[in-house]
């Protein structure tokens, strides 16, 4: 492994680099060749001793590389491995920790399965390299107008009769793991394209069913007004969305983010699921074109949008999607591994949905909430499974 890796970081050599901070809240990648880190561990524990791996548990943090974020920025690794081999032989387990400053979901997982493919002896295919030009997402140069309004980098709502989301933030959250069957999948697609009609582009896809689902119970679990507004936030994969599409192995950044049009937690509840679902759609498709997408590279660059203003300790919800990546595809010569999931979720209301090692349609929906509302959220979740 320590071979292979050396070998597939000649190919995506900026994650041997260090990133540097400069004037704006900004970064730039300095590729000094400061190099990646690869430990090896020992646990005390079998694999079964450690559950369903449930992301924040401190347990599984002993499977992942411990970085220490007090040292300067410019000498923190880009990308960290571990393998830690369980007590008694009978498993190992990768944790791997990537700036997302560098890559998103879909470039990690493409550089962790080809790491994969050298270490079993396989070479790569050239379409298997990585597209490094960033300069396919550069700003233009046309003067500081907004081509549009970009929603998503609004603050969201506010509960009502607050000024600010200073209380909600101080509130704690808790993660539950949510296994949804294939048969619990397509109930959710039928009751999201229940009195589907051919005037409609396509039928509702399970992310925009499951997404409705979580939303909507989030809205009945935090009993909030009728007349509360509220939104739901994602993130879009942008490489066959822009003009030229980008190839499928870019290496880097290439999500689009997007908010639903605003709702009231009244309307969420009193319509059917397909209400949701629609507002899903509607984010998604929003960051579906290229001028679009450059008009929020534009925005982004001149530094009006910063990350913080997101959705931390306000009526809304997050969802991220890892459904359709090869995430079961990292074999590194022993097998394709028996599970692939977070190290860690968001302390924030968000919902990330993955597939199942079987691939059998199940899914799995890592969640975080807060504390207050959990129990009642769970309820809701599974007690409304049957609603039409």
Known sequence: MRESLSQILVHYYL?????????????????????????????????????????NDDAIKELIPNLDYSQPIEDIPLFLAQVTKFHGGDAIAIGTAISHTISDGVSSIHFINSWAKLTRGDTLDPNELPFLDRTVFTASRLPALRRFDHPEFKPPPLILGRTDSSEEQK????????????????????????????????????FEAIGAHIWRCACMARELDKNQPTVARTVVDVRNKVNPPLPKNYFGNALGITVTPVCLVGEM???????GAKMIREAVERVSNDEYIRSQIDVIARGEYRAGMFFVGSPTMAFISWMGMPVYEADFGWGKPDYFGPGAVSPVDIGMMAPTPQGDGSMLIFMHFQIAHMDKFLNLFWDTLQYN
């Open 269 to 275: 509840i009193s319509e059917p699921l397909s209400y």
């Open 171 to 206: 509130k704690k959250t808790r993660f539950a793991l949510l296994k949804l069957t294939a048969e619990h999948v397509q109930k959710l697609k039928q009751n999201a394209n229940t009195g589907y009609s051919e005037s409609q582009e396509r039928p509702y896809s399970r």
């Open 15 to 55: 994650l041997c680099g260090r990133l540097n901070s400069i004037e704006g809240g900004l970064y730039k990648l300095d590729c000094n060749t400061k190099g990646a880190m690869l430990y090896e561990a020992e646990s005390t524990k079998s694999m079964a001793e450690y559950g369903d791996f449930s992301p």
